[in-house]
């Protein structure tokens, strides 16, 4: 998926090292494509730096084909899809791919070099997920492309009396699941309701995404107490040095509450984006869109 078509510049992003920073929550923006797209989404140009190393996330739901086959390059594609959906994702690349996704499934594609990719709904699905662009290093942008595929079936859920939560990737509480191509990386994906309290140890020098997809969230970190309402996310930046540190994640009036964390070490590099790439500077944008123009990222 793609939306954006001019080049963003990032200054590479600090972070604290004498104490958790919490950024104010922040609404996604309404984005609505043809008659099958519609979309939450969150940019890191208009969001806390502490989204590093996250460059876009939508919440959308789709039900038609909206994007055809696309390019990516310097960054990984990553589709969540949430178990409410119905119906079945095709999911095409240029690595040979060509599968159905099912609600609950996770693919992550880490375009490196550049691969076109293609995804739509079969006809009568209705998709819900979050489709996210995470950075890669620059010392990881000329790698050659390489996919992870994680069915719902095969990630480990946490469950409480008040809570459910899989690992789509990474760990949580001492649980792990499949590793991501991104070491660092933790995919949650749970419900909190009642009393109930969902607590996830977030290590030092790491960034976590939150984001309220159903219902609003409480947040507690180092003593102080946040509220996502539905629709908002923010970001939590862990000391750069030390243990590890507690989200404490809580629906609020009793009411179940669906939520999203990501979290992952920061990359701290400048960088431009340009719809589906991300690269150092404007003319490397220039060159993967020349070589994707002559056919040199692979085909369907």
Do not use: C
């Not at 958790?20 to 989404?41: C, H, M, N, Y």
């Not at 969001?47 to 789709?62: K, Q």
């Not at 509220?227 to 009793?254: K, N, W």
């Not at 701290?268 to 869109?289: C, H, L, N, T, W």
């Amino acid at each position: 998926m793609t939306a954006l078509n001019t080049a963003i510049d990032h200054d590479a992003p600090s972070n604290n090292a004498e104490g958790p920073r919490v950024s104010p929550p922040v609404a996604g923006k309404d984005l609505v494509i043809g008659e099958g797209f519609t979309a939450q989404s969150f940019r890191a140009r208009e969001v806390d730096a502490a989204m590093d190393p996250l460059v876009m996330v939508d919440h959308y739901v789709m039900t038609e084909s909206t994007f055809g086959a696309h390019p990516h390059a310097g960054l990984s594609a990553v589709s969540l899809l949430f178990q409410d959906g119905s119906g079945r994702f095709h999911n095409r690349d240029s690595l040979g791919n060509d599968f159905d996704l099912q609600p609950g499934d996770l693919y992550w594609l880490k375009a490196g070099s550049g691969a076109v990719h293609d995804e739509a709904p079969r006809p009568g699905s209705r998709i819900h997920g979050l489709q996210v662009f995470v950075n890669l290093p620059e010392r990881q942008r000329r790698d050659a492309p390489m996919s992870v595929l994680v069915r719902g079936d095969e990630m480990p859920v946490l469950t409480g009396e008040d809570y459910r939560v899989r690992i789509a990737l990474g760990s949580s509480n001492g649980v792990t699941g499949v590793a991501a191509p991104d070491a660092s990386m933790t995919i949650l994906d749970g419900t909190v309701n009642g009393n109930g309290t969902f607590v996830h140890r977030l290590a030092a020098n790491r960034n976590a995404w939150l984001q309220a997809i159903d219902g609003d969230l409480s947040v507690s970190v180092a003593g102080s107490h946040y509220t996502i309402r539905e629709g908002e996310a923010l970001t939590v930046s862990s000391p750069a040095e030390g243990e590890f540190m507690d989200l404490q994640l809580a629906s609020t009036r009793g009411a179940a509450t669906h939520f999203a964390l990501f979290a992952a070490e920061p990359i701290r590099e400048p960088y431009v984006q340009q719809g589906p790439f991300v690269m150092g500077s404007a003319e490397e944008i220039d060159e993967v869109k020349a070589a994707y123009e002559a056919g040199e990222l692979g085909e369907l």
